[in-house]
């Protein structure tokens, strides 16, 4: 038995998609994943990529919200350096109004794009370094007595949304342990430190009124077909997708792309890096490399990536993963 099991939706545009398309896709994929039993959504924050537009994620998930009942819908992640923590609390305890006990909030501190990014979100290299600082600001915020004397957060104080820190190396672990916050590692493309850096929050962590003993979300690559074959094909497809996506960053992905070039390409072996951690086949095989892997990590939650190039196959995966796995809802 694994789970629990989540999902973490780019918006992916794929080939001969259209943004509107994601967004459809990104609906369909919440009703089915709440019917089929996964615990949460989340959306992250990723700029000048042509196909990912989860970029506006409060936008999303007050889209996919409005369109589903039950299911938790969240952040993961914001990247709190782009924006004031007030307006994260604002925005976010929106949401918690208007959707209560459905909404979570995952924090980051990368900038989610590149150095030209970077500048256009007026943000500076050193913007990051008050991250910790900017997320018991936002705490606060979102709690019952504002940090800052004579400003409160409307929506937002009060609502407690629940926060989560990101990460891919060893600052955010440490920075969740000594908050006693949940921790989201983020193994579905930085795989280096997961294990050293999931051993150090359990081996920090202290209790808080929030989270009484660690947690842990492991993000993971997931590719559910028919066949083995099948998801191996899709595999190929996806890694040279991405490959691409980079390589041609902020411009629109050409329809077809010279294959033996992008694998020589200097974004190639990060791409075969970012899917060390992978599910990919069958359903029965799928579920039992997830099952390893939450054994290995001690994962208190999964967070599972579906990199295929389509709406259809996507849907399709999730669907496969749930059947296989036993989350029940069918």
């Given at each position: 038995m694994i789970g629990p099991l989540s999902l973490l939706d780019l918006a992916v545009v794929g080939p001969h998609e259209s943004i509107a398309q994601s967004f459809a896709g990104s609906v369909a994929m919440a009703t089915l994943a709440e019917r089929l039993g996964y615990r949460r959504i989340w959306y992250a924050e990723h700029h000048s990529i042509s196909s990912i537009a989860s970029a506006a994620t409060s936008v999303l998930i007050a889209h996919v919200a409005a369109h589903t009942r039950t299911i938790r819908l969240g952040a993961g992640g914001i990247m709190l350096p782009n924006h004031s923590p007030l307006t994260i609390a604002e925005q976010f305890g929106t949401l918690a109004e208007l959707?209560?006990?459905?909404?979570?909030?995952?924090l980051g501190r990368a900038p989610g794009g590149d150095r030209a990014t970077l500048y256009a979100l007026r943000r500076t290299p050193t913007t990051s370094d008050h991250f910790p600082q900017d997320v018991e600001e936002l705490k606060g915020l979102l709690s019952d007595q504002s940090p800052i004397p004579g400003v409160r957060a409307i929506p937002g104080q009060g609502t407690h949304v629940p926060l989560y820190i990101l990460g891919s190396s060893l600052f955010g672990?440490?920075?969740a342990a000594?908050?006693?916050?949940?921790?989201?590692?983020a193994s579905h493309f930085a795989p280096g430190s997961l294990l050293e850096?999931?051993?150090?929050?359990?081996?920090?962590?202290t209790p808080s009124p929030e989270l009484e003993r660690p947690y842990v979300i492991a993000g993971v690559n997931v590719i559910?077909?028919?066949?083995?074959?099948?998801?191996?094909?899709?595999?190929?497809?996806?890694?040279l997708r991405v490959i691409q996506n980079l390589t041609q960053r902020g411009e629109p992905p050409a329809p077809e792309f010279d294959e033996a070039a992008l694998l020589s390409s200097p974004h190639a072996a990060f791409v075969e890096q970012m899917f060390t951690y992978r599910a990919v086949g069958s359903p029965l095989n799928v579920a039992k490399y997830l099952e390893n892997f939450q054994r290995k990590t001690g994962a208190d939650e999964l967070m599972t990536v579906h990199h295929t190039t389509s709406v259809p196959t996507r849907l399709r995966s999730v669907e496969l993963l749930a059947k296989a796995a036993s989350l029940g809802g069918l």
């Open positions: 959707h209560p006990g459905r909404i979570d909030l995952g672990a440490q920075l000594a908050l006693g916050l949940p921790y989201a590692f850096a999931i051993d150090l929050y359990r081996e920090r962590f559910a077909a028919e066949t083995d074959q099948e998801a191996e094909e899709e595999l190929s497809r996806a890694r």
